[in-house]
């Protein structure tokens, strides 16, 4: 069974930093694809960054410059370092990871909260 637990969230002052992981287990396939979004109150969920098994990223415009996603495919992780974070920013973030091919799988992670206080 596959599970995918993030941590790092909290709160932070504007202009701060914070650095998200998702750690993802029970994992038995090759993922293609691992991705950052959020959700902030009344809105949708909208993509953040995402990252590809060979290295390639996209960010949404509104996080780049200041946002980087990094993974490691050998413990099946992926990592959002936030820069320059701001009020906008607040959400609940969560973990995506994606199987492709005939057989598609797609898994989300429980959120973490992120607050920015201006």
């Known amino acids: 069974q596959v599970q995918l637990v993030e941590s790092g969230g909290g709160l932070v002052q504007d202009g701060g930093s914070l650095r998200l992981s998702c750690e993802a287990s029970?994992?038995?396939?090759?993922?293609?694809?691992m991705g950052w979004y959020r959700q902030a109150p009344g809105k949708q969920r909208e993509l953040v960054a995402s990252?590809?098994?060979?290295?390639?990223?996209t960010y949404a415009d509104s996080v780049k410059g200041r946002f980087t996603i990094s993974r490691d495919n050998g413990k099946n992780s992926v990592h959002l370092e936030m820069n320059s974070l701001k009020p906008e920013d607040t959400a609940v973030y969560y973990c995506?990871?994606?199987?492709?091919?005939?057989?598609?799988?797609?898994?989300w992670g429980q959120g973490t909260q992120v607050t920015v206080s201006s």
């Open positions: 995506n990871v994606q199987r492709w091919g005939p057989t598609r799988s797609e898994f």
């Open positions: 029970g994992i038995t396939f090759s993922i293609n694809y």
């Open positions: 990252i590809w098994r060979g290295g390639g990223t």
